[in-house]
C-alpha cells in the first residue's frame, strides 16, 4: 500500500507520466445544425420523449464550439501534458459517406493548433458515440457496411489532421455503443434487439482494425482503443449469481478484450447468448484485423459492478441478451456514493488494472483515458465551488493507479474525466462530472477546487521531473 495521500504531490509518478483532460463532441460542443453539421443519432434520441432526463439536448451544450479558446486556455492554466477530445463525425462529414466538410474539418484544426501552441498534446477520440444519422438510417453498427464508412471517416481526419495529432483513439467505450445502444436501448439510437447487439459489437471491432489499418498507413505513432472493463462480483454466493458473473463479464469485458489483445471470440459467449450468438456477422479475415497490434489501450474507469441473476425481463427471445442481467452498483455497504449513484471503491481500479495484466500477457501499456466523479456541487457565498468529495475521488483512484504501476501494470498517463461539466447523456445536465463548472445560463465557467488540486498535482509531479527528462508527449 502507498503511504496517505495527503499533498498534491502525492502519490509520485514515474517521469514522462502524462497528465491530461478529456471530453467528448457531443457533450460540450453545441452547435449542433452549425456549418453544415447534420443530426447524429443522440440528435435524433434526445428528441423522443422520455429518452433524456429533463428532455435535454446537446443543441447548446457548453457552446465549446464557438468557445473552445477559452477553453484551451483553462487547460493551459490547468498545467495538462494532453487532452482528449472526440471529433463530431456528422461535422466532418456530414452524410457519413463521400468528401469531408470543409467548415466543420476547420474547426477541428483550429482547435489542434490552438492546442500545440498551447503545449499541450491533442489526442483525438474518432468515435465517441455519435454516428450520422443517415448512417444509422441505413442500418447503423447492425450493418458491416458501416465499419467501412468509419475507415473512410478515418481517411479524411488522417490527412487532415495526421501531421499535428500524434495519439488517436478509434473508439470510446464499445461496450455502451452495442449494448446500450442496440441491446438494452438506455443509449442512443435505442433499440433493443439481442443480435443487433451482438452484431455491432462485432462490426464496432471490425472499425476499429480498419482504422488502425488507415492510420498506420498514414503513419500515425500513437494508436489505441478506449475500453471500459469492468470489476465484476457475485451479489452472493449463489452458483446462480456465479454463472451471472460469467455472462456478464462476456458481454461487458470479453466480447472486446478477447478478439483485440488475445486473438480469439469469447469462450462463454454460447453460454451467455445462445443461438443469438451465431456468428453470422463474422467473416474470416476479422480477428487479425480486429487483433494488429496497438501503442495502447485505453481504459475507462469510475466504479466496480456487482451482479446478480434476475429473470429476464423481456420473454421475447430475440431480445434475450445479458444486458438482462442486472448489473447492480451495490458493490458494499457503507460506502460513499457519487451522484450516479456509483459506489466509490478505489481499490477495484487497482484489481481492474492488476487482473488485466495478469489475463493478457500481451497487453499494451495503459493510458487512463477517463476517470472522475459526479458531485452535488454548490457555489459557497463567495461564488467558489469547493468539491472535496471531488478532490477526495480523485486523490484516492490516483493513488489506487499508483498502486497498480507498483505492482507491474505499465500506465503511461491519466486523463480526468472531465474538464468540464457538461451533458451527460441520458442523465441531461443534472450530473455534474467537470473540475471546472459550467453554468448552463450564462456559459460562464468557474475552476472549482479539484481543478486547483489537480493543477497543484501537475506542477509538483513536474518539478520533480529533471528537465532534460521531459516527455515526448
Ligand atoms: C463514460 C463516457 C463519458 C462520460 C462518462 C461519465 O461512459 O465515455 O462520455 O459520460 O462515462
Redesign the pocket.
Known amino acids: 500500500m502507498s503511504p496517505p495521500a495527503d499533498g498534491p504531490g502525492f502519490p509520485r509518478f514515474p517521469d514522462g507520466f502524462l497528465f491530461g483532460a478529456?471530453t467528448?463532441a457531443y457533450?460540450i460542443e453545441g452547435a449542433h445544425d452549425e456549418d453544415g453539421r447534420t443530426p447524429s443519432v443522440w440528435d435524433t434520441y434526445c428528441r423522443e420523449p422520455g429518452r433524456v432526463a429533463d428532455g435535454a439536448t446537446g443543441d447548446v451544450a457548453c457552446d465549446h464550439y464557438h468557445r473552445y479558446r477559452e477553453d484551451v486556455v483553462l487547460l493551459r492554466d490547468l498545467g495538462v501534458d494532453t487532452y482528449r477530445f472526440s471529433i463530431a463525425w456528422p461535422r466532418v462529414q456530414p452524410d457519413g459517406t463521400g468528401p469531408g466538410n470543409p467548415k466543420g474539418l476547420d474547426f477541428y484544426d483550429r482547435l489542434t493548433d490552438e492546442l500545440l501552441a498551447a503545449g499541450i498534446a491533442p489526442a483525438a477520440t474518432l468515435y465517441?458515440?455519435d454516428l450520422p444519422q443517415t448512417l444509422e438510417d441505413r442500418g447503423g453498427w447492425r450493418v458491416r457496411e458501416t465499419a467501412g464508412r468509419f475507415a473512410d471517416y478515418t481517411r479524411i481526419l488522417a490527412d487532415r489532421l495526421g501531421d499535428r495529432i500524434g495519439r488517436w483513439i478509434t473508439l470510446?467505450?464499445p461496450f455502451?455503443s452495442s449494448f446500450a445502444g442496440y441491446g438494452s436501448g438506455s443509449h442512443a439510437p435505442g433499440a433493443r434487439e439481442g443480435r443487433g447487439a451482438l452484431a455491432a459489437a462485432h462490426h464496432l471491432l471490425v472499425g476499429h482494425g480498419l482504422a488502425v489499418r488507415v492510420l498506420r498507413e498514414a503513419g500515425a505513432p500513437d494508436v489505441g482503443i478506449?475500453l471500459?472493463p469492468d470489476v465484476l462480483l457475485p451479489a452472493t454466493d449463489s452458483d446462480a449469481d456465479r454463472d451471472a458473473v460469467r455472462r456478464a463479464q462476456t458481454v461487458h469485458n470479453d466480447v472486446f478484450l478477447d478478439p483485440l489483445l488475445a486473438g480469439h471470440y469469447p469462450e462463454h459467449e454460447r453460454e451467455t447468448w445462445g443461438g443469438l450468438a451465431d456468428g453470422s456477422y463474422r467473416r474470416d479475415g476479422d480477428l487479425e484485423l480486429i487483433g494488429a497490434p496497438l501503442d495502447f489501450v485505453g481504459i475507462?474507469y469510475?466504479r466496480p459492478i456487482t451482479v446478480s441473476d434476475v429473470p429476464f425481463r423481456d420473454p421475447d427471445p430475440a431480445t434475450r441478451t445479458a444486458v438482462d442481467i442486472r448489473a447492480e452498483e451495490s458493490w458494499c455497504d457503507g460506502v460513499r456514493r457519487t451522484t450516479?449513484g456509483w459506489p466509490v471503491v478505489p481499490g477495484a481500479f487497482t484489481d481492474l488494472l492488476t487482473g488485466l495484466r495478469r489475463r493478457y500477457p500481451g497487453l499494451p501499456p495503459l493510458l487512463i483515458t477517463?476517470n472522475?466523479s459526479?458531485e452535488d456541487d454548490r457555489a459557497d457565498g463567495d461564488g467558489q465551488i469547493r468539491d472535496a468529495d471531488r478532490v477526495a475521488y480523485l486523490r484516492d483512484h490516483l493513488a489506487a493507479l499508483a498502486d497498480a504501476m507498483e505492482q507491474g501494470v505499465d500506465v503511461r498517463g491519466y486523463y480526468v474525466?472531465?474538464l468540464l461539466d457538461?451533458f451527460?447523456?441520458a442523465r441531461g445536465y443534472s450530473?455534474r462530472?467537470g473540475i471546472v463548472r459550467v453554468d448552463y445560463d450564462t456559459l460562464e465557467r468557474t475552476p472549482k477546487d479539484s481543478y486547483r488540486w489537480y493543477r497543484d498535482l501537475i506542477t509538483d509531479h513536474r518539478d520533480r521531473t529533471p528537465a532534460q527528462e521531459q516527455p515526448h508527449r
Open positions: 478529456a467528448a457533450q465517441h458515440w470510446n467505450e455502451c478506449t471500459n475507462n469510475y450516479m477517463e472522475g459526479a474525466w472531465s457538461n451527460e447523456w450530473k462530472f
